[in-house]
């Protein structure tokens, strides 16, 4: 499963594709855990497609395509976060807070969608910029300061719930949605958001200077501190960045939801993120990671759980092909660690 | 440099300390008035009332937080004001106010969500009618261990009368146990905890009722034939396994042409719901129906019917609370929506807490109130029936307020 058996594309060499120095030291732009990935999404669906031939059809396949959006657009934040050896347990507390004070402003004040998407975003901007200053300049462990933010932000979610759900949600947010609004060339808009940005991210951590610092952190933060790169700052961003995906994300949950939010909004989305990720080829030791294997593994989950509905099996199977998955990824992450170390 | 980091490190733990800080006063408020707030809405309630003047008095000494009582908010007095025109002026059927202020409690399975804010619209109105303290307070999470451990501070407070709607019937045994043991009346509502040693349970609708209602309901939407699916919720939940039971029964029996191809469960997760209802419509080309289990699967099918542009062709009907169904009823995505009357649901609970503190026997046909007047008790098994279920349509649902 080592990287260098993925060279059928002449693109795909570093060498040829790298002309500067420094694209030696960079892996393959398609690992191998991708290709993989690829290979399993590829052979599931037309397994579905065999067994179910409607799960080949646009009306099956754009609801799974919105469904995977927001679970891969703040895996994207999530995957900076893990790359600098972090993590972020608060995702679905955030996307409450956001959702539910967006949904509330949506009913009472009745605004563009514009506007929505800006107080969806400072919301959430500041909810990640909370985590990364704990997180940066606490020195306390990601996981500590993310379980008290997580249920902070529960509770204030709850408080601005206040004890009802949020009924009578007007349309603003359609063309985020599922319905015939919220596509354009049958391709969702959510998704596509989720695509663009990805790319952008894809190309940031891969191609600059500050994208390498990120695995830098990761990889030993002694060495990458004595080395000049600005820990403190890179950490920050990464949670600034995931805060500000999650403003966009909550839009798309209300926007696929029922026009009543109720308080299950984000519940255990931070699970199905890291899941993403780490199905992705993320290491979560940190130091190793990409985007574009998390859009995957976001995919790959929901694929798996559509499938099963689809299949008319028993739901749970889902949690069952989710966890296995989980953990071949992690076993193969492991075992690709130990082969670097003894060689 | 360092010196920037040191001052951003300072703002940093500032501004984390004090949202911390707020968040906790603002939590011990919260639970505060929580655990007063239901008595203060019965003082505000009672003040506007001034036939009810002596209640007051007893009500505020007994009330240790008289003062957080008077912070508790506004909404729950406006909820008490919606639920007199809705549940109705009870003043028709007179109430037999309780011969002493007892203190009746009643945990939820979950505070905070709509159903059981209802409920307690519906305790504080019958608190209110029947001179009684109603105690309200329930876990914020659908956690069976937390819910015991406020049933026990119920107890301890002594109080006339327990009410739960455990989250799990096994493990709240014990507990009911030990209030019997310490002389507290104690009962189930909403959900029962059948092997206890509770002396009513007071009942929503029967099983029957509501399983025969969601599947006479689809059927009509149907035409009587075709293909439909469950999107239910927590899989182990046993009231709604026994209404999916029912349901299969009715559709078995009266209509032979209908399928039931398939049952999801969706947990109580709104999205999950929606997402499930998709898969179906997608894997069942030719399905015709879809039934919302609970409350948050209801809007959820509904949803997913109308953004597939489904109206028409795919019906559905479920378990959904008046305001999150009325969009989904209007535009034609659900066909009907099965209730019952929660605000009294809530009443009868107060009003079975009195008869048990009282210690007056239940007769078959109760007078409860102007409002409820299809109530009946069955003395063998110890259930108070609500009544039959309510049918919520594009014509009514306008008319309540939760």
Redesign the interface.
């Known amino acids: 499963m080592s990287s260098p058996t993925t060279l059928e594309d002449p693109g795909a060499d570093p060498t040829a594709a790298a002309p500067r120095a420094r694209g030696r030291v960079l892996a393959p732009p398609v690992t191998g855990q991708e290709v993989v990935l690829i290979g399993v999404i590829a052979v599931v669906w037309i397994l579905l497609w065999i067994f179910?031939p409607?799960?080949m059809?646009p009306?099956?396949l754009q609801?799974l395509l919105v469904?995977v959006a927001p679970v891969a657009l703040i895996g994207i934040g999530m995957t900076m976060i893990i790359i600098t050896g972090g993590i972020d347990i608060s995702v679905g507390g955030a996307i409450m807070v956001c959702a539910v004070s967006t949904a509330k402003m949506l009913v009472s004040l009745n605004f563009s969608i514009w506007m929505a998407l800006l107080i969806s975003i400072v919301i959430g901007g500041v909810l990640g910029l909370?985590n990364g200053?704990?997180i940066a300049?606490?020195r306390v462990h990601a996981i500590i300061i993310t379980f008290g933010t997580a249920n902070?932000f529960q509770?204030?979610g709850?408080?601005i719930?206040?004890?009802?759900?949020v009924?009578?949600i007007p349309g603003t947010l359609a063309s985020l949605?599922?319905?015939?609004d919220g596509r354009s060339f049958g391709v969702p808009h959510s998704f596509l958001i989720t695509v663009v940005l990805a790319a952008i991210a894809w190309w940031y951590l891969r191609h600059t200077a500050g994208g390498r610092h990120f695995f830098a952190i990761g990889g030993d933060e002694v060495a990458a501190r004595l080395a000049g790169v600005r820990v403190?700052r890179r950490v920050l961003l990464a949670y600034l960045i995931t805060g500000l995906l999650i403003g966009i994300a909550s839009l798309f949950?209300i926007a696929?939801?029922?026009?009543?939010l109720?308080?299950?909004?984000g519940?255990?989305r931070e699970l199905a993120v890291i899941a993403a990720v780490v199905i992705g080829g993320t290491s979560i030791m940190g130091g190793r990671g990409s985007v574009l294997g998390t859009v995957l593994g976001a995919l790959l989950v929901q694929t798996v759980?559509?499938g099963v509905?689809?299949?008319?099996w028993p739901?749970?199977l889902s949690d069952l092909f989710v966890g296995l998955a989980i953990i071949v990824a992690v076993g193969a992450d492991l075992i690709r660690q130990r082969a670097r170390r003894t060689a | 440099m360092t010196r920037t980091r040191k001052i951003s490190a300072i703002i940093a733990i500032g501004l984390a300390a004090s949202l911390a800080l707020a968040g906790c006063t603002k939590k011990n408020e919260d639970t505060a008035s929580a655990g007063a707030g239901t008595t203060a809405a019965s003082d505000t309630a009672a003040a506007s009332d001034t036939a009810a003047a002596s209640d007051t008095a007893a009500a505020s000494d007994t009330a240790a937080a008289s003062d957080t009582a008077a912070a508790s908010d506004t909404a729950a007095a406006s909820d008490t004001a919606a639920a007199s025109d809705t549940a109705g002026s009870a003043a028709g059927g007179a109430p037999v106010k309780a011969s002493k202020n007892f203190k009746i409690a009643f945990v939820p399975k979950l505070q905070g969500i709509p159903y059981f804010e209802a409920m307690n619209a519906g305790g504080e109105k019958a608190a209110k009618d029947l001179g009684v303290q109603w105690l309200y307070q329930g876990p914020t999470t659908a956690d069976a261990a937390q819910q015991a451990q406020i049933a026990r501070s119920f107890i301890q407070q002594k109080v006339d009368a327990l009410f739960v709607a455990p989250n799990d019937p096994n493990s709240m045994a014990p507990v009911l146990k030990q209030a019997d043991a310490a002389g507290i009346k104690v009962g189930t509502s909403d959900t029962d905890a059948p092997d206890s040693v509770r002396q009513i349970f007071v009942e929503q609708a029967s099983t029957e009722g509501i399983g025969t209602a969601l599947t006479e309901q689809l059927m009509k939407a149907m035409g009587g034939k075709g293909k439909y699916a469950i999107v239910s919720c927590g899989e182990t939940a046993e009231n709604l396994n026994s209404w999916i039971k029912v349901q299969k029964q009715v559709a078995a029996d009266k209509y032979p042409d209908a399928e039931l191809v398939d049952v999801v469960y969706a947990g109580e997760d709104q999205g999950k719901a929606t997402s499930m209802a998709t898969d179906l419509m997608n894997a069942h080309p030719d399905l015709t129906g879809l039934v919302g289990e609970c409350t948050s699967s209801a809007p959820g099918v509904a949803q997913a019917v109308k953004d597939a542009g489904k109206i028409g062709t795919v019906f559905t009907v479920g378990l959904g609370t008046p305001l999150s169904m009325a969009p989904y009823l209007k535009d034609g995505s659900s066909s009907a929506s099965i209730l019952w009357d929660v605000q009294g649901l809530g009443y009868l609970t107060v009003w079975a807490g009195v008869q048990l503190a009282e210690g007056t026997e239940i007769a078959a046909k109760p007078q409860v109130s102007a409002d409820l007047k299809d109530v009946s008790y069955d003395a063998a098994s110890k259930t108070l029936l609500l009544g039959p279920p309510l049918v919520l349509t594009k014509d009514n649902v306008g008319d309540f307020n939760y």
Do not use: C, E, M, W
């Not at chain 1, 719930?161 to 759900?165: A, G, I, L, Q, V």
């Not at chain 1, 696929?256 to 009543?260: A, C, L, P, R």
């Open positions: 179910t409607a799960f059809t009306g099956s609801p469904d909370i200053l704990l300049y606490g902070l509770f204030i709850l408080q719930f206040h004890s009802s759900t009924n009578g949605g599922r319905g015939v403190q949950y696929k939801g029922t026009s009543t109720d308080q299950s909004v519940a255990g759980t559509s509905t689809q299949l008319g739901s749970q």
